[in-house]
T-cell receptor
Framework: GAGVSQSPRYKVAKRGQDVALRCDPI?????LFWYQQALGQGPEFLTY????????KSGLPSDRFFAERPEGSVSTLKIQRTQQEDSAVYLC??????????????FGEGSRLTVL | ELKVEQNPLFLSMQEGKNYTIYCNYS?????LYWYRQDPGKSLESLFV?????AVKQEGRLMASLDTKARLSTLHITAAVHDLSATYFC???????FGQGTRLTINP
């Protein structure tokens, strides 16, 4: 597609439910990032993929968070046993370059998760 | 650990005025990115500054980078209402973002 696509755009979950958020990056983009953005805050890094390899997951807040990108394109962020503090917008971004000095990021519209 | 500080965090200006947003960061980075975010929307790339002394301009916005001072500035000239948004800076290396500067431009 022309841009980064995320689904669902909105998700309401009951506390304790598992959720899965999908990201379809720009075709051919090597790098893929997940960020968590709380209301009124800047995006906070969660994890980074270079192709199918998850090179950095230092930002994942707990072992309830898990991300994968098995074929180096679409990525899924899974949150198990959701808690109220998980409520946020989850942003996916992709870049055509890789490595520590990554290039300009192209962001999706985000998935807004509300945990009741 | 890379820390990024923006100031001011909130800025209310009148149309036609000039102002500067500052972005300081704590560890070496040879490039810096500025993004814009409208309410309820995602982030849009504004500038990519790739070297010390880099200056880029787009319309009423101009960004500069001083890697030695670990400082970037975003200057707004003759502000117009359409520039109301939140602006984020992010040095490279996982693109750690600042807290954002929420800019409101009043008629």
């Amino acid at each position: 597609g022309a841009g980064v696509s995320q689904s669902p755009r909105y998700k309401v979950a009951k506390r304790g439910q598992d959720v899965a958020l999908r990201c379809d990056p720009i075709s051919g983009h090597v790098s893929l990032f997940w960020y968590q953005q709380a209301l009124g805050q800047g995006p906070e890094f969660l994890t980074y993929f270079q192709n199918e390899a998850q090179l950095d997951k230092s930002g994942l807040p707990s072992d309830r968070f898990f991300a994968e990108r098995p074929e180096g394109s679409v990525s899924t962020l899974k949150i198990q046993r959701t808690q109220q503090e998980d409520s946020a917008v989850y942003l996916c971004a992709s870049s055509s370059t890789s490595g520590a000095n990554t290039g300009e990021l192209f962001f999706g519209e985000g998935s807004r998760l509300t945990v009741l | 650990e890379l820390k990024v500080e923006q100031n001011p965090l909130f800025l209310s200006m009148q149309e036609g005025k000039n102002y500067t947003i500052y972005c300081n960061y704590s560890t070496t980075s040879d490039r810096l990115y500025w993004y814009r975010q409208d309410p309820g929307k995602s982030l849009e790339s504004l500038f990519v500054l790739l070297s010390n002394g880099a200056v880029k301009q787009e319309g009423r916005l101009m960004a500069s980078l001083d890697t030695k001072a670990r400082l970037s500035t975003l200057h707004i000239t003759a502000a117009v209402h359409d520039l109301s948004a939140t602006y984020f800076c992010a040095p490279s290396q996982k693109l750690v973002f600042g807290q954002g500067t929420r800019l409101t431009i009043n008629p």
